[in-house]
C-alpha cells in the first residue's frame, strides 16, 4: 500500500518505506480506524496529530489522524504501533444550526449537512426523494441523519495530487459490501477483543441552546 505522511499542518513530510503491517477497520456508517507497524527509520516522522494518506487497492486516498501510538524498542531498532482515526471525525466540531431539506435528493441534504465544513458531495447514487432537519448537530451527525433516511452508506475518500491533499470527498452510495446474516459473538466466534480508548479531544467551544425544534 501507498502511505504518506503529513504534519498537522498537512505539510507533506515522507511516504513510509519501512510498514511492518496495516489494518483498516471500517464499518458501514460507522467507526472508521487505521493501525499500523512501522520501523525505525520512519517512525521518527510519526506523531500525535501527523496525518496519514493511504491508497486501497482500488485506488481511493484515505485520510486519517494519528491519535495513539506505543513503543516497542527491538534489536532493529524502536517499532511504533500507531492507532489513528478517519479525518471525517473533523465534523464532530463543525455544527449545523438549522437546515430543513425537503422533498428533495440525497445530493442536495448531504450538501446542506456539509455546509459548514471544508468537506465536499462526491459520489452520490440515486436515492430518490425525501425529507429531514438539521437543528443544532454536528456536521457528522447531519450526514449520518441523510444516510439513515434516504438508506444510503457513507465512504469518505480524499484526493492527492503530488504532495498535497487537494479535496476531500463524502460519497453516498446505495451500497457497500454485504450483509451475510451473522454476528461474531465474543468467546463464541472471537477469540479476543481489545478496546483502546483516548481521551485527548479538547473542546474549544460550547454552544447553549434553549428547548425546541
Known amino acids: 500500500m501507498d502511505f504518506k505522511v503529513f504534519d498537522r499542518n498537512e505539510h507533506w513530510i515522507c511516504n513510509l518505506t519501512n510498514l511492518?503491517?496495516?489494518?483498516?477497520?471500517?464499518?458501514?456508517?460507522?467507526?472508521d480506524?487505521?493501525?499500523?507497524?512501522?520501523?525505525?527509520?520512519d517512525s521518527e516522522f510519526i506523531e500525535k496529530g501527523s496525518r496519514i494518506v493511504y491508497k486501497d487497492k482500488y485506488g481511493y486516498w484515505h485520510e486519517f489522524v494519528v491519535k495513539g501510538i506505543d513503543e516497542s524498542h527491538v534489536a532493529d531498532g524502536?517499532?511504533?504501533?500507531?492507532?489513528?482515526?478517519?479525518?471525517?471525525?473533523?465534523?464532530?466540531g463543525d455544527y449545523v444550526e438549522d437546515r430543513?431539506?425537503?422533498?428533495?435528493?440525497?445530493?442536495?441534504?448531504?450538501?446542506?449537512?456539509?455546509?459548514t465544513t471544508r468537506w465536499e458531495v462526491g459520489i452520490v447514487d440515486d436515492l430518490g426523494i425525501n425529507s429531514t432537519n438539521f437543528y443544532h448537530i454536528s456536521a457528522k451527525e447531519a450526514v449520518h441523519k441523510v444516510a439513515e433516511v434516504w438508506k444510503g452508506e457513507i465512504r469518505t475518500r480524499v484526493e492527492v495530487a503530488g504532495t498535497q491533499i487537494t479535496h476531500r470527498y463524502v460519497d453516498l452510495l446505495a451500497r457497500r459490501g454485504g450483509d451475510y446474516g451473522r454476528r461474531f459473538t465474543y468467546?463464541?466466534?472471537?477469540?479476543?477483543?481489545?478496546?483502546?480508548?483516548?481521551?485527548?479531544?479538547?473542546?474549544?467551544?460550547l454552544y447553549g441552546y434553549g428547548k425546541g425544534e
Open 20 to 31: 511492518i503491517s496495516a489494518k483498516h477497520s471500517e464499518e458501514i456508517n460507522g467507526e
Open 33 to 41: 480506524t487505521l493501525t499500523f507497524e512501522v520501523l525505525s527509520r
Open 78 to 92: 524502536v517499532i511504533k504501533n500507531v492507532f489513528c482515526e478517519s479525518s471525517f471525525y473533523e465534523t464532530l
Open 100 to 115: 430543513r431539506p425537503q422533498d428533495t435528493t440525497a445530493n442536495i441534504a448531504l450538501a446542506r449537512a456539509l455546509e
Open 187 to 205: 468467546t463464541k466466534d472471537l477469540e479476543s477483543v481489545t478496546r483502546i480508548v483516548h481521551r485527548d479531544d479538547v473542546i474549544t467551544a
